[in-house]
């Protein structure tokens, strides 16, 4: 398979700390590749790392065929990275900046303003195009960042945490900005702290904790790895919850993730949640309603790695 991104072993350090610690992963081109992690997982770096901004401590990575250690200026011509945060200038107009942007890339003045309508137009801010960037809505903001980012089509758009902070709406408008760059051929790495994002967009997954690689594959391959199913049980009182999961853990179940109304479990069979049912009735523990189906993504993160998915790290 011709990949986009290879790494074999890449490490970082910063003094004692590992934050990627023998990173091992293929990126296929055009695909939509999801990094997910907890809190100082190591994901941020991993991204800068191959976008050439950090320099490795060990290992190596190839991106799109150049070499990360000696071709990074070859690498750097054809990637982009919209980072965590709006890079945009407030000062400027929507339009003033994806000009501006375009003419440091080396386009002449026609050609930038042809560009920037363009794409003005294709992420629906035309009508705010004349107006000062500090008038615009956190969402407005990141599809303009984004906009900048597709001044030249890029091979590999490096997303870090697309969609933090955004309403639901804006949330969705990324989504279907990042499914049509994806759909021109251009490889998708994003990060990315919400679950049902990467289920929706990743053709690929992989989960980083303490700077290493602890799962890889679909979210099908991801869900299927970690039992064939998820009991959900509402308690009658929620305040038995702690005495739920200490009875639970004393009759040898997995371990359980607390949820608003109860309890989730990953389960092997019926038999195994009919077992745990048993045993919180004679413990006189009140179920209201239960339920056993499917994992969702974010229960296999919490089987992967023994915590729920929490905001991007810093380093």
């Not at 991204?47 to 990074?72: K, Y």
């Not at 994806?182 to 049902?196: C, D, H, P």
Request: glycine share 10%.
């Amino acid at each position: 398979m011709n990949y986009a991104i290879e790494t074999n072993d890449l490490r970082k350090t910063f003094g004692d700390t590992h934050a990627v610690d023998g990173i091992s992963l293929s990126v296929a081109k055009g695909s939509v590749f999801g990094l997910l992690g907890p809190n100082g997982a190591g994901k941020t770096t991993t991204v800068r790392l191959l976008a050439t901004l950090l320099s490795p401590s060990g290992g190596s990575a190839r991106v799109l065929g150049h070499d990360l250690a000696t071709e990074g200026a070859a690498i750097r011509s054809k990637v982009s990275l919209t980072g965590q945060f709006a890079s945009v200038d407030e000062d400027l107009t929507g339009y003033e900046n994806l000009i501006l942007v375009s003419r440091l890339l080396g386009h002449s003045w026609r050609d930038s303003k042809q560009r920037a309508g363009e794409l003005l137009n294709a992420f629906d801010l035309a009508e705010a195009a004349g107006r000062q960037v500090r008038t615009y809505s956190g969402g407005m903001r990141r599809r303009l960042d984004i906009a900048a980012s597709l001044i030249i089509t890029p091979e590999i758009l490096f997303l870090d945490e697309p969609t933090t902070g955004l309403d639901p709406r804006s949330r969705n408008q990324v989504w279907d900005m990042v499914r049509d760059i994806a759909a021109i051929g251009t490889t998708v790495l994003l990060t990315t702290q919400y679950l049902e994002e990467a289920d929706q967009l990743a053709d690929r997954l992989a989960v980083i904790d303490h700077g290493k690689l602890i799962a890889e594959g679909t979210s099908r391959e991801l869900k299927a790895s970690v039992g064939s199913g998820t009991l959900k049980i509402h308690l009658q009182d929620p305040s038995q919850r702690l005495s739920a999961e200490a009875l639970l853990q004393l009759v040898g179940a997995n371990p359980a993730q607390a949820t608003t109304e109860g309890l989730s479990i990953q389960v092997p069979d019926p038999a195994e949640a009919m077992r745990i049912l048993q045993a919180l009735e004679n413990a006189g523990i009140g179920v209201a309603e239960f339920s056993l189906g499917s994992p969702s993504l974010d229960e296999v993160f919490f089987a992967l790695t023994g915590k729920s998915q929490e905001s991007s790290e810093a380093i």
